[in-house]
Every structure is written in C-alpha cells, then in structure tokens.
Nanobody, 126 residues
Framework: QVRIVDTGGGLVQAGGSLRLSCAASGGTFSLYGMAWFRQAPGKEREFVAAIAWSGGSTSYVDSVKGRFAISRDNAKNTVYLQMNNLKPEDTAVYSC???????????????????WGQGTQVTVSS
C-alpha cells in the first residue's frame, strides 16, 4: 500500500482557486489510480474526481465539472486537484485515495480505495 500526504488546502473567497497536492510513497505510483473525495460537516464522504492508473481517463462529480481538474505527475509521484471558481458549497475536508490498477467506475465509492491521505481543509467564504 502506498502512503499518501495531502496538502494545499486553505481559506479562499468564492470565485478563487486552490491547488491540492497528493504525494505518494512506498509503492509503484504509476500503477495506482487516484481519487479525491470530500466530506463536509454532517455529510457523507463524496466522490470528487479520479484519474486512472494509466492517466488516460478522468472522471468528476457533476457539481465540479468545468471547475476542477485532476492530473498526475508520475515523475513526482503526485496527483493534483486544480480547483477554480470555488463556491461556498465546496467547503469540506478533501482526502486523496489510491487503489492499484484502478481505471475508473460508474459510481466511485470510498470502499473502492485502500490507501488514504489525512485530508486537507478547504474553506470557501462567500
């Protein structure tokens, strides 16, 4: 299992941008599909975005399409989540997750992933 460290969260005004990073170690990073989930207070953990281990396929929850972009840099063992035009409803703890040979699914669930980062807080003020 890879070990994951999430960074990049913070406080931003509505309409602003943040870039989250997910650094992995302890495994062959290029063989892992990666995803971001988020959890707001009082709500269940929600899928946000995923990128296949091959890097050729990405997926997003409808609410972030056109605003967020997931990418990976295998040379740096890192996945990024670029978040633009942030809204107050994007406020949550964002966590990165990994699964070996994950290539995507119709409805990604937290249970699909075996390795998790500690999470990073994103707060969007109105």
């Amino acid at each position: 299992q890879v070990r994951i460290v999430d960074t990049g969260g913070g406080l931003v005004q509505a309409g602003g941008s943040l870039r989250l990073s997910c650094a992995a170690s302890g495994g062959t990073f290029s063989l892992y599909g990666m995803a971001w989930f988020r959890q707001a207070p009082g709500k269940e953990r929600e899928f946000v975005a995923a990128i296949a281990w091959s890097g050729g396929s990405t997926s997003y929850v409808d609410s972030v399409k056109g605003r967020f972009a997931i990418s990976r840099d295998n040379a740096k063992n890192t996945v990024y989540l670029q978040m633009n035009n942030l809204k107050p409803e994007d406020t949550a703890v964002y966590s990165c997750a990994a699964r070996r040979f994950y290539s995507g699914s119709a409805n990604p669930q937290p249970s699909d992933f075996g390795s998790w980062g500690q999470g990073t807080q994103v707060t969007v003020s109105s």
